[in-house]
């Protein structure tokens, strides 16, 4: 009987290279005047660019791309996770008025399938290029016993630099405040554990399936890569003062809403003068889903919210931004205009 090979026990040391080797192009696309050329591979080196900063401090995320994996079949499909894995960690940065210097990923598979992950780095890139931000390296595991065969795991990492000065001051908030909002481009990466027992367990529907509602198949509309708002935001507070900021995530509208004012203040929202995407009330009605628990799920439409004096909403109407609410006397309490 011959001995055991760490090949033998399903991890291809040779496949990993060849697939570090195959992406190293992708990496490098990403890369701008501040990454140091250094031959080391166990850790990347960025120089950050100072200019202007008085007190420059680092702001870091991390977040995952969750279930939403689990639709993924092409590797169209895996690219798109890809760019979710970069909009979910440095639009978290954005609310501090952090721009975003580098990113790395971590990737892991029961079995390493190069097709896929080279199009998740594909995505990631892509991502990393939108937010001007260097991929400066990554862990790619092959851990078979660990995954469910064919399943991928996403996680990343993302770093940012913000002057202590230029931190959001939510003090100044006031009743009568303007709350901006941007168009969320679908679900982005939240609330797919509910969105599955709605349309696939309860419905029977499937990726394929065409919905005339949504203008096409369902696996389309479920897999639309979460939108990236670095420029947009970073423009904003560029122009004018933005008491606080949220990136419409975990907690759905409802939590990330109620966070941007606290307890002390309210906010009411009017959901005519933002756009709910069709997706959304398919889940709804597919799972017979209270509009309370869709609205502590989904982001219903808008992935990002800004405060601002009501002196400062015309300029921000203008870079694009939508009026979406405004702050309330309130404390605590949430009004998303739906009874």
Same mark, same amino acid.
């Given at each position: ?10 991890? =291809?040391?040779?496949? /990993? ?8 192009? *992708? ?10 050329? &250094? ?13 202007? *900063? ?23 499909? $895996?690219?798109?996770?890809?760019? !979710? ?6 639009? !978290? ?23 896929? *992950? ?13 937010? &001007? ?23 990343? $990492? ?18 009568? !405040? ?9 679900? &982005? ?10 349309? $696939? ?7 394929? %399936? ?13 897999? %639309? ?5 670095? =420029?947009?935001?970073?423009? *904003? ?34 959901? /005519? ?64 205009? &739906?009874?």
């Amino acid at each position: 009987m011959s001995g055991l090979s760490y090949q033998g026990s399903g991890v =291809d040391v040779g496949a /990993a290279e060849r697939f570090v080797s195959a992406i190293e192009p *992708l990496v490098r696309s990403t890369h701008g005047a501040g990454m140091v050329d &250094h031959p080391s591979r166990f850790a990347g080196l960025i120089r950050p660019e100072l200019a202007g *900063l008085v007190e420059p401090v680092i702001a870091a995320t991390c977040d995952g791309v969750g279930t939403k994996t689990l639709l993924a079949r092409e590797p169209a499909d $895996f690219q798109g996770l890809g760019i !979710d894995l970069v909009a979910m960690s440095v639009n !978290d940065l954005l609310p501090l008025r952090a721009r975003p210097l580098l990113f790395l990923d971590y990737l892991a598979t029961s079995r390493l399938d190069p097709q896929r *992950l080279e199009a998740a780095v594909r995505g990631i890139a892509l991502g990393c290029r939108a937010a &001007h931000c260097a991929l400066v390296g990554g862990e790619t595991a092959e851990m078979p016993g660990m995954y469910e065969e064919g399943r991928i795991e996403l996680v990343g $990492f993302a770093v940012g630099i913000v002057d202590a000065g230029d931190l959001p001051d939510p003090t100044p908030m006031a009743r009568g !405040d303007v709350v901006l909002g941007l168009p969320s481009t679908g679900l &982005h990466a939240n609330g797919f554990s509910l969105a599955r027992a709605a349309l $696939f367990d309860r419905a029977g529907l499937h990726l394929d %399936t065409v919905v005339a509602e949504l203008g096409g198949a369902l696996g389309s509309a479920l897999l %639309t890569p979460t939108a990236i708002y670095v =420029d947009e935001v970073l423009e *904003l507070m560029d122009v004018v003062t933005v008491k606080a900021a949220a990136h419409v995530t975990g907690g759905g509208l409802a939590g990330r809403a109620r966070a941007l004012v606290g307890d002390a203040l309210g906010i009411r929202l009017n959901p /005519a003068s933002f756009r709910r995407p069709p997706i959304l009330d398919l889940i709804q009605a597919s799972g017979d889903v209270e509009e309370a628990e869709m609205a502590a799920t989904f982001n219903m439409g808008l992935g990002f919210l800004a405060v601002v004096a009501p002196g400062d909403a015309t300029p921000a109407v203008a870079l694009g931004w939508l009026p979406v609410g405004e702050v309330t006397a309130y404390g605590g309490q949430v009004d998303l205009g &739906h009874g």
